[in-house]
């Protein structure tokens, strides 16, 4: 069985839902690590109103704790 973790998800301009997505293959040179607070930045904001292009279905978030 595949492991799952929850994302923040760009599904469409004004729409980002918490989805469920397959844990990553880790290779040699990643790191897997354990997110257990996270926030959203300008970029973010960006992306929710559709003004940074990106494909739907980009996990969106990258200020981890
Ligand atoms: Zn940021």
Redesign the pocket.
């Known amino acids: 069985m595949t492991a799952m973790m929850k994302a923040a998800v760009f599904v469409e301009k004004s729409r980002i839902e918490l989805a469920d997505k397959p844990v990553p293959d880790v290779g040699p040179n990643d790191a897997l690590i354990r997110i257990t607070t996270t926030t959203i930045?300008?970029?973010d904001v960006h992306i929710l109103r559709g003004e940074y292009p990106v494909a739907q279905g980009l996990t969106v978030g990258?200020?981890p704790v």
Do not use: A, I
């Open positions: 930045c300008g970029t990258h200020e």
